[in-house]
Every structure is written in structure tokens, then in C-alpha cells.
């Protein structure tokens, strides 16, 4: 009943009093440099960011923020002081989760990330071929950490759930299924996929009745295994639920004017600044340094991007439910609030 009430909230886009979900850029540095990766065209400091500023951060979310993503545009697993972030997330009682690539999952970290009660954790993956990619990364070796992960997860007990995510290309459809079969061996929670960011290379991809043909796929291999799949345009959630939003997704958010992740999330970027996504994480509209989340999310730079939001997202349409956006939407940076300004 819950999600329910919440679809209904959505259909008509009444905004939460706060943000359901706050995602935290602990850093951008990457130990992988991935073709189709935003990082450099969106202007992000390859830095991290400070434990200092972490714990100020935490300290601003109201207790209603029940969801916690410490990913940015880098490797989480890089930080330094992931473990006292994670320890300050558990003593915070806030479901957290980690999107990672998994090269770095030593036997000291798999401990860790059970350890503190991580909630989920997403590994990005594209295939699962025992060869070198075209960004010059060794695939194997990271399933293998994968799986041991997943073995270990089981055998404990542990809370923690595992997922993958990939990014749906044009020619890759057949590299998504065997990480679906990969997802099935190994006992893993969910399946997700995501598209393309075409706002600044225009990458080939699939259509969208070509997506909606291969989510159906993935479900049909998916039956029976327990294992979900996600691709919010098309599809999300298990049971009743997932039929309910089948049903309604596409008059959502006012028939797809506004975006889906949006409505009730923010990013927070290495220097501490709350910005509406992480496709947007330089668009500081307000720093939790200074201020509670709860008046950053109600200030008139939040109402401003609300008001806007099409034309500042511009070509930007991963998460959207229409087909895809209208030719001639595009970016207007005069619509931005300056972070200097604030």
C-alpha cells in the first residue's frame, strides 16, 4: 500500500518534504577509465571528498532520508576512509548501498562491506567475456571477486544484496544476457540496465521498442529464479507491484515531463553542495555545510529547477518514461543557478 500511495504521489508530482534518497559523491577518481563514463564532459574534480566533509554532510540529513548511495563519479572502493564513512551510515540506523566495478574486491573488503551492513551493493558490468575490454580492463578477475563475494554473502547470511548494472548499447544485447546468465549462476538479486547519456556524444543505441523486447526477454529468463530486473522506463519492482507500475508508468510524473529520479532524490558532490542528480553534479543549488537538506530541498534554486527542469536536463532522457524526449529540447546554462551565488 505504501508504494502505492507513492505512485499516486507521483502521478500528480507532489514533491516529498524531503528527498527519499541522498546519493554522496565520496569521490571521483576511478581506477578504470570507461569509454561511454561522463566524467570528463561533465567537468567533475578528480578528487575525493574529505571525511570531514562527509560527517558534516551526514549530519544535515533529516531522519526521514532512508536511503543512502556513497557513489559518485569514481570508484567508492578507492576511499581511503570507506570504512568510517560505512560505520557512520550503521550508527545513522540509513539503509545504505555502493555502485562499484569491482576490481578491488580484496578478501579485507568483502569483510568490510558485510561486516557494516552494507544494504546493496551494484556492480557495473558490460560483459562477461574472459578477455580485455576496449578501456584496456581485465573482466575475469573481477567476476571471480564477484562471485566469491556473492558465495561468501550466502554463507554468512548476510543482509547484503548484489546486483549488476549495464548500460544498454545498440550491439550489446547478447553481452546483457549472458550477464543475466551470469546473475543466475550465481545467485544474485538484481539485473539493471540503464541507457546511454547522449547529451554530449551522440552514441548509437537502441530503439526504444528494441529496449522493451529485450527487457522482455530478460524477464522471461529470469522467471523463476527470484532474481528482479530493473530499467525504469520500462519496467522495476517484483509482484503486484510490478504489474501496478507496468500499468501506470507512462502518465508518471505528469506523462514524463518531469524525471523520474528527481522527483524525490538528490546528489550530494565532492565539496558538499546538494545538486538535483548526478548528471547535474555541478550544479550546486546550495552547500549542506551551511544549510539543513530540508530547507535546501524547499529553496526557490530547487523550485527554479523544477520549473525548468526540461530544458536544463536538455537531451538527458535515461530515466525518462516517454518514448524520448522532443526533438529541440536543449541545454540553457542561463536557467542554472551559480553555486557562487547561493
Known sequence: ???????????????????????????????????????????????????????????????????????GWGEPLTHNRLADMLLLCRKRGTKTRLTSNGALLSDDVINLL????????????????????????????????????????????????????????????????????FAIENKLDRVRLTRLDIRFKEFDRPSFQDELELVKKIDRKLRGTGIGVDFLPHTAFDGFVKHFYRAIYRFLHRGGKYCLRTYGDVYVNIDGEVTPCCSLPTMGLASLLEEDLEKIWKNEHFKKFRTHQKYICGKCDILTVKRF???????????????ESV
Open 1 to 71: 500500500m505504501k508504494r502505492i500511495i507513492e505512485f499516486i504521489r507521483r502521478f500528480f508530482f507532489f514533491i516529498p518534504r524531503v528527498p527519499n534518497t541522498v546519493q554522496i559523491s565520496i569521490t571521483n577518481q576511478c581506477n578504470f577509465n570507461c569509454q561511454m563514463c561522463q566524467r570528463n564532459d561533465l567537468g567533475v574534480k578528480f578528487d575525493k571528498m574529505p571525511f570531514e566533509t562527509f560527517e558534516k554532510v551526514i549530519n544535515k540529513l533529516p531522519s526521514k532520508v532512508n536511503d543512502l548511495i556513497l557513489t
Open 114 to 181: 558485510i561486516d557494516s551492513e552494507l544494504a546493496a551493493i551494484t556492480f557495473s558490468m558490460e560483459t562477461i567475456k574472459p578477455k580485455v575490454d576496449s578501456s584496456g580492463h581485465e573482466i575475469k578477475g573481477q567476476l571471480e571477486k564477484i562471485s566469491k563475494l556473492a558465495e561468501i554473502v550466502r554463507k554468512r547470511g548476510s543482509v547484503l544484496k548484489i546486483y549488476t548494472q549495464s548500460v544498454m548499447q545498440k550491439d550489446n544485447h547478447d553481452d546483457i544476457m549472458d550477464i543475466v546468465d
Open 325 to 339: 524526449q522532443e526533438k529541440g529540447d536543449s541545454f540553457d546554462e542561463d536557467l542554472i543557478p551559480k553555486t
